[in-house]
């Protein structure tokens, strides 16, 4: 090994100590027409150095690019999901009852459970008001909501299962509303 690669690699182990962030690229520029040998004794020191647990801000940061996008503006903001609902049932003039209703169509868009597409310019003027985002920049990625898998469980009490079949087919679906209209798009 030469004196210069040896001297590349004791900075780089120094600077791994130290807890500071490692410029592998860096150093290999450095190193010139010897980046190959040095590559090779880098690679072969972090395969043996003890890892380093996330800081706060990297592992928040990687956390953050799980979210989608209207959740991470929100969040930014300091906004509450309640303060949305609000912001919503306000600009579209809609009764205060409706409120559970209109939390939960914006907690499926939030989510992107729900097509972003289909929801009204009103729900969208409202919560970039209060995100100062624009539209495309809040909606989800296109594309298909999650799917569920379905789940049955062998030692489910039959019992149980046929009360479940009676319930559903015994309520009459709700007909829809001026809040489904909002977030589902006018199906009449």
């Known amino acids: 090994m ?3 690669v040896e001297t590349l690699l004791d900075e780089l182990v120094r600077r791994h100590a130290r807890g500071e ?3 592998v690229e860096g150093t290999l520029r450095r190193a010139g027409d010897q980046a190959d040998e040095l590559a090779t004794l880098i690679e072969a020191f972090l395969a043996r150095a003890p890892r380093r647990g996330p800081t706060p801000a990297s592992l928040s940061f990687v956390q953050s690019l799980d979210d989608p996008p209207l959740t991470r503006a929100r969040v930014a903001k ?4 309640e303060e949305v609902v609000d912001a919503i049932v306000v600009a579209c003039e809609l009764d205060p009852a409706t409120r559970p209703k209109v939390k939960r169509y914006y907690q499926q868009l939030e989510t992107g459970v729900l097509d972003p597409s289909r929801v009204a310019a009103s729900v969208w003027d409202a919560i970039t ?3 100062g985002r624009s539209r495309a920049l809040l909606s989800a990625p296109p594309g298909p909501p999650p799917a569920a898998a379905t789940m049955y469980r062998a030692d489910a ?3 149980l299962q046929e009360r479940l079949v009676t319930v559903a087919s015994v309520e009459p679906p709700s ?3 001026e809040v489904d209209a909002l977030f589902l798009g006018d199906r009449s």
């Open 2 to 4: 030469s004196p210069e």
């Open 21 to 23: 962030p490692l410029d």
């Open 78 to 81: 300091a906004v509450k999901v």
């Open 129 to 131: 008001g209060l995100l």
């Open 157 to 159: 009490p039959l019992g």
């Open 175 to 177: 007909s829809p509303d």
